[in-house]
């Protein structure tokens, strides 16, 4: 059973760079799935960047080329490092971990963008 705590979210301007971390509690396969999803109010929580094991990562359209996925395997870390920001990245980011014991969720860390 792994536990994820994310942490980094805040307030950034427009433009602006934040870096997102989630913990697990136990080592994570690298082989194994590690994401991040999104959910704004009123929107349904999205895909935002997904590493998988052996492959290379996927990124929604809106974020494509403006967010990086990384993983410290040792440290039993998942980052996501968001450029560029706007404010429609404005949500609640969930870590999110798939293995084959099941799927394990992060409480969220919230992201604001605004002036």
């Known amino acids: 059973q792994v536990q994820l705590v994310e942490s980094g979210g805040g307030l950034v301007q427009p433009g602006g760079s934040l870096r997102l971390s989630c913990s697990a509690s136990?080592?994570?396969?690298?082989?194994?799935?590690m994401a991040w999803y999104r959910q704004a109010p009123g929107k349904e929580r999205e895909l935002v960047a997904r590493a998988r094991g052996g492959r290379d990562s996927e990124y929604a359209s809106s974020v494509k080329d403006r967010f990086t996925i990384s993983r410290d395997n040792a440290k039993y870390m998942v980052y996501l490092q968001m450029t560029n920001l706007k404010p429609e990245d404005t949500a609640v980011y969930y870590c999110?971990?798939?293995?084959?014991?099941?799927?394990?969720w992060g409480r969220g860390t919230q992201v604001t963008v605004s002036e």
């Open positions: 136990e080592r994570v396969l690298s082989t194994d799935a």
């Open positions: 999110y971990v798939r293995e084959a014991s099941g799927t394990y």
